[in-house]
């Protein structure tokens, strides 16, 4: 079968750096996503990634490595804002994507 | 910014009721997608869509059914509602960029009694 491992929940503290691990088994690999849900709220999309190594974009990071099937969300300077669920999501052989149950993260002051 | 809309936001509704949930997109994306997400849960694909009068059913049904004879528009319909389908229903819809990222409505939740 096909599935996404993420930690359930996670918690850091304002101003201090977060990493997010997912791994993934799926049939095939055509792109990673991470996408932020914040509480009773639609996903956003954050990153993506189809190759192996680190697309930055400001506070946030996407790493990607396929041969080991795992990706990380780094997220620096954290701010209270960002606490939300963040949600792992590949896109397999068929280009349908299979999704994480996602990771929430509590920001402390 | 997306431009992607769902009503109603929030319906209670009782067992055995027909129900339509409504999403459309003003950004002429071909792709529209339904999941269903419960609290804490992974997203469900329960249809999809590529283009009018396209329309296939993903890994959760939940005895529903889509129709898309408009690019902008993609309902979902309950014939018959179950406490069962309670859940939260997001639509979204994708373009032609090499990702294909998602853009997701702000969901429709349901209640059914």
């Known amino acids: 079968g096909q599935n996404i491992d993420q930690p359930t929940e996670m918690t850091a503290t304002e101003g201090a750096i977060v990493q997010i691990n997912c791994t993934y088994q799926t049939s095939g690999f055509n792109g990673l996503f991470w996408y932020q849900q914040h509480a009773g709220e639609a996903p956003t999309f954050l990153s993506y990634?189809?190759l192996d190594g680190l697309e930055e974009k400001g506070r946030f990071s996407s790493f990607l490595s396929r041969s080991k099937g795992y990706s990380y969300l780094l997220l620096k300077e954290l701010q209270m804002k960002d606490s939300a669920s963040y949600l792992c999501a590949v896109k397999d052989s068929n280009y349908q994507l299979i999704w994480g149950a996602g990771t929430k993260l509590i920001i402390k002051p | 910014e997306a431009d992607i809309y769902q009503t109603p936001r929030y319906l209670v509704i009782g067992t055995g009721k027909k129900i339509t949930l409504e999403c459309s997109q003003t950004m002429g994306h071909d792709k529209m997608y339904w999941y269903q997400q419960d609290p804490g849960m992974e997203l469900h694909l329960i249809h999809y869509?590529?283009?009018?009068?396209?329309?296939e059913k993903g890994d959760l049904s939940s005895e529903s059914t889509v129709s898309r004879i408009r690019t902008e528009h993609f309902p979902l319909t309950l014939e018959s509602a179950r406490p069962s389908h309670t859940s939260q229903y997001l639509c979204?819809?994708?373009?032609?960029?090499?990702?294909?990222?998602?853009?997701f409505g702000e969901g429709s939740r349901l209640t059914v009694l």
């Open positions: 979204a819809s994708t373009g032609n960029r090499e990702s294909g990222e998602l853009f």
């Open positions: 990634n189809v």
């Open positions: 869509s590529y283009g009018v009068n396209s329309t």
